[in-house]
């Protein structure tokens, strides 16, 4: 099993920024994606951005610009850089790790961001 913990979330004004960052550890192997959704309160997750173990990356329209997604594979870590945020932002945003041929898919415990207008 792959183990995820979330840091990095907290409180910021709009405007402002916050780097998120997600450890994957245990069963790391076969890892083909990583990222990153969001929740906001009565609401579905979203995907907020996805990155692909060759680098290629993905974000909702609604971030894209302003987030960035970045993958330190010695350190098997994902990191979601987050600019210019928005109180439309705020939500509990949750690590994602999938194993496509082996049809895992792992979540982190997710971290809280709070945008304040």
């Known amino acids: 099993q792959v183990q995820l913990v979330e840091s990095g979330g907290g409180l910021v004004q709009a405007g402002g920024s916050l780097r998120l960052s997600c450890a994957a550890s245990?069963?790391?192997?076969?890892?083909?994606?990583m990222g990153w959704y969001r929740q906001a309160p009565g609401k579905q997750r979203d995907l907020v951005a996805l990155i692909t173990t060759s680098g290629t990356a993905n974000y909702a329209d609604s971030v894209k610009g302003r987030f960035t997604i970045s993958a330190d594979t010695a350190k098997n870590t994902v990191y979601l850089q987050m600019n210019s945020l928005k109180p439309e932002d705020t939500a509990v945003y949750y690590c994602?790790?999938?194993?496509?041929?082996?049809?895992?898919?792992?979540w982190g415990q997710g971290t809280l961001v709070t945008v304040s207008s």
């Open positions: 245990g069963n790391i192997f076969s890892i083909d994606v």
């Open positions: 994602y790790v999938h194993k496509v041929l082996r049809r895992v898919e792992v």
